[in-house]
């Protein structure tokens, strides 16, 4: 059974710059597929930056350039390193994981409790 825990939200200005990590527990972690999803209240949730085991990423359009995703084989980890942070970032932000490579569809088979990352303007 597959459980992620993220960690490393948090509030920031304008500008700012935050990193999440989700830890990835149970078994064959190079064989998921892991994602970054957010979340805000009122909208639907939508994909921002995707991995897979074997290193292919996808991004968001709205955050190229601004965020980058990466893993951690030896911890067991994906991380986002998110600069330029802007009001419209702020959300709930889902760690996800899939045996499967799914891009950033929200249709992940494991999910995490989420992070808030707020920032202000």
């Known amino acids: 059974q597959v459980q992620l825990v993220e960690s490393g939200g948090g509030s920031v200005e304008s500008g700012g710059s935050l990193r999440l990590s989700c830890a990835h527990s149970?078994?064959?972690?190079?064989?998921?597929?892991m994602a970054w999803f957010r979340q805000a209240p009122g909208k639907e949730r939508e994909g921002v930056a995707g991995?897979?085991?074997?290193?292919?990423?996808e991004y968001a359009d709205s955050v190229k350039g601004r965020f980058t995703v990466s893993r951690d084989y030896d911890k067991g980890t994906l991380e986002l390193q998110m600069n330029g942070l802007l009001p419209e970032d702020t959300a709930m932000y889902y760690c996800?994981?899939?045996?499967?490579?799914?891009?950033?569809?929200?249709?992940?088979?494991?999910w995490g409790q989420g992070t808030q990352v707020t920032v202000s303007s």
């Open positions: 996800a994981s899939h045996q499967d490579w799914l891009r950033l569809r929200a249709e992940y088979k494991y």
């Open positions: 991995m897979t085991g074997g290193g292919i990423i």
């Open positions: 149970g078994p064959a972690y190079t064989r998921y597929a």
